[in-house]
């Protein structure tokens, strides 16, 4: 049953996005990337918004962390490494494979269980030398792997069927929209399926840095710091080394941050500031800068984020341009840094 708290859903329409980030090259603007920001403050007010925070969007793996707070709430033990391999997209190293086994053992199953799509490791790198192995695409390497096994241990703990896990009917499923509505706010808009096979649930851009800044704030203890402090703690069980995700958990004391793919990430400090952002074009390379000046306009200091300016534009092997977020992103002179 809805909440009677809960915000209506957010319309389904086309989002108005607006630019987020140039694409300079020698001094002159060759290319625009848009897209949409929301800056929330401590006290949950908007900073800042641009474009399109309350359009119906999907966040993709962004949404990883409050499935995992759903699963925590339904019973699941797991913290440390194996509850932020829970909430991860996987770089299919070793660490990630080795982890994933160690979810299905403690649930009693194996990789047959599975039901995410085979894939390749999402690592290039860890790729390339899959494929010179001569190692086949597998449930096990897909970069979802953590979280099917994860659900899967839910449902074991709770004596729901498994062969139909990925059902939106299904209980755990069923459970996981719940909660998707509680720490967002707002009801869902529509469900679909993600890559992977689970089902992806509609939202606001606003209603994912919303739920962020409720999963950072919470009590100790709670399902919702067990994740945050999962994720901080071991970032590279939520990503994989050389990830620009683990590397700004890093960088930042206290953030956590969560990407997806189609240019969506969300972050949020432990005081609730928060910041969420879509790349309407899907491309990394604007993704990251723009998230890192929204984490400069919320309050961080910059100095922090300079590894995150975005990668250079090469003009005969030097460079000459480079992605550059919107003025309206730039810090506000005289704001508090942390």
């Known amino acids: ?81 194996l509850l932020s391999l829970t909430a991860a997209s996987h770089s299919g190293e070793e660490r990630h494979l080795a982890g994933t086994r160690r979810i299905l053992e403690l649930a009693g199953l194996t990789e047959d269980h599975l039901r995410n799509v085979p894939d390749l490791p999402f690592d290039p790198v860890v790729r390339d030398a899959w494929v010179r192995e001569g190692r086949l695409p597998s449930r096990l390497a897909q970069n979802c792997s953590g979280k099917h096994a994860a659900m899967l241990y839910t449902c074991t703990l709770n004596g729901w069927p498994l062969e139909n896990y990925l059902d939106p009917d299904h209980p755990l499923q069923q459970a996981i929209a719940e909660i998707v509505e509680d720490l967002t706010g707002q009801r869902i808009a529509g469900v679909t399926v993600d890559g992977c096979g689970a089902p992806l649930f509609s939202l606001s851009l606003h209603g994912l840095a919303r739920a962020a800044a409720r999963i950072t704030t919470a009590a100790p203890g709670t399902p919702e710091a067990r994740v945050a402090d999962a994720m901080r703690e071991h970032a590279e069980m939520a990503s994989g080394s050389g990830r620009d995700v683990a590397a700004l958990m890093r960088a930042v004391p206290g953030l956590l941050t969560k990407d997806g793919f189609e240019g969506v990430q969300v972050a949020a400090l432990a005081d609730g500031r928060a910041v969420a952002v879509k790349i309407a074009d899907g491309a990394n390379r604007a993704r990251v800068p723009v998230a890192a000046a929204a984490l400069a306009r919320a309050g961080v200091d910059p100095g922090l984020l300079t590894e995150f300016a975005g990668e250079p534009l090469l003009g005969g092997g030097r460079e000459v341009g480079r992605v550059r977020p919107v003025r309206s992103l730039e810090p506000l002179a005289g704001a508090a840094c942390a």
């Open 1 to 81: 049953m809805y909440s009677s708290s809960l915000a209506a859903a957010p319309l389904v329409r086309e989002p108005v996005h607006a630019p987020v980030a140039h694409l300079v090259r020698g001094g002159i603007v060759e290319g625009i990337h848009y897209g949409s920001v929301v800056v929330l403050g401590a006290d949950g007010e908007v900073q800042l918004q641009i474009g399109d925070i309350e359009a119906a969007f999907y966040p993709r793996s962004a949404i990883k962390p409050v499935q995992a707070v759903a699963m925590a709430r339904a019973g699941l033990p797991l913290d440390g490494d």
